[in-house]
């Protein structure tokens, strides 16, 4: 009598055609699984999906409440995907968009007043981004110079960064004329970023991230710089073989990292709030849930744009099932969880082909090992 064996073995990342097929299959069977768990609540999978959808897309209203939940989104996404192509595992995005939002926040209640109205936005940017850049880079030379595991460190830095936030709004920067709320005094009118008419929309932000999509895209593929990240990302013993400097690229990388996330919280503070608030109100969970868009974009970061898109909306649409149906927020977790769940299996099929092998009985016990050989399919970018 024989048995058979599986084997699991590594082939050549498949196709971007079928990379785009495996991820709509994750997000479309996501969503629906996901609503299904609520039929134990007598609603209909079909009319959860749809209102979501219809809340998130369904209007102007709808679309730009969309916008503005991507924008940040977006930046968190390219950054993240940016650091996971080489390989440096930042968990830190949540603490990165709350310095950034702290940097642009002591600009517009200290500077803003006593400089050129024209220079106080591009300051606030800068120093958003200098900010989210320095958060990132102390993980970074903790993981270069000691050996630090850059997840603990930079998910720590988390609690640290929310920490300081909930110490300035509560203490020294609390607003004389907020009633006392845990606010900053209102930013002036000059630190306050420019919206789409009648949207939370701020259109300068807009555009950074369209900017910073491209511009990413073009360092990772055209530089020498993007080079070795790849290097680093796919072979780090080829790297070191080569010569190329691990410590050099991973600190480039943060910083592009942790900055993005930086200016997201300048975008939150400037246009969302207007103030300094709390730390659960400034970033909103963005930093976690943008691990899942740069997975939705494939770690390409003009990719990650439709994937905020798509985040953004379910974030929205977790907004009306809390108006309509009574649900909890964290039911939107829900849907975000089983997504990337799916996405993740979808990884293992892309880039591994299973055998069944008929053996004797000797050898009937399932086997897993991998290998070196193909299955065809371009190499993705």
Not at 32 to 53: C, E, H, N, R, Y
Not at 90 to 106: D, F, H, P, T, Y
Not at 139 to 167: D, K
Request: hydrophobic share 50%; with cysteine.
């Amino acid at each position: 009598m024989f048995g058979f064996s599986v084997r699991i073995e590594r082939c050549q990342p498949a196709s971007t055609t079928l990379s785009i097929v495996i991820i709509l299959s994750a997000m479309t069977i996501g969503l629906f699984s996901a609503a299904a768990l609520f039929v134990f609540k007598g609603f209909s999978p079909l009319t959860i999906v749809s209102k979501i959808l219809t809340g998130a897309f369904g209007s102007r209203f709808a679309w730009m409440e969309t916008i503005a939940k991507a924008v940040p989104l977006g930046l968190v996404g390219i950054g993240l995907a940016v650091a996971f192509r080489g390989k440096f595992w930042n968990i830190g995005a949540e603490g990165q968009i709350l310095l950034g939002a702290v940097a642009a926040s002591g600009i517009a209640l200290f500077a803003a007043p006593h400089l050129p109205d024209k220079a106080v936005l591009p300051m606030m940017l800068t120093a958003g981004f200098a900010a989210g850049a320095i958060w990132g880079v102390i993980p970074a030379l903790l993981r270069t110079r000691f050996g630090v595991n850059e997840v603990v460190s930079t998910l720590m830095m988390n609690y640290v960064a929310a920490e300081l936030v909930q110490y300035l709004v509560y203490g020294p920067w609390k607003g004389a004329s907020q009633m006392g709320f845990p606010y900053s005094d209102e930013f002036v009118s000059s630190a306050v970023l420019p919206t789409f008419y009648g949207t939370r929309v701020a259109w300068p932000m807009l555009v950074i991230v369209i900017v910073a999509a491209f511009v990413t895209w073009f360092l990772i593929t055209c530089t020498r710089w993007g080079f070795e990240t790849r290097v680093i990302g796919e072979n780090p013993e080829a790297a070191r073989y080569a010569g190329i400097s691990h410590a050099r690229v991973t600190i480039i990388l943060m910083i592009i990292s942790g900055g993005l996330a930086g200016l997201a919280g300048v975008g939150e503070v400037s246009c969302i709030h207007q103030h300094l608030t709390t730390s659960a109100a400034i970033s909103s969970g963005y930093g976690n849930t943008g691990i899942i868009v740069a997975m939705l974009g494939r770690l390409h970061p003009i990719g990650v744009l439709p994937a905020a898109i798509f985040l953004g909306g379910l974030l929205v649409g977790g907004d009306v099932l809390q108006t309509s149906f009574g649900m909890p927020f964290a039911s939107v977790n829900l849907f975000t969880a089983v997504i990337l769940l799916l996405l993740i299996t979808g990884d293992v099929f892309l880039d591994h082909r299973f055998r069944i092998r008929r053996d004797c009985p000797a050898s009937s016990t399932a086997v897993i090992a991998p290998s070196d050989s193909t299955c065809g399919g371009k190499m993705r970018n």
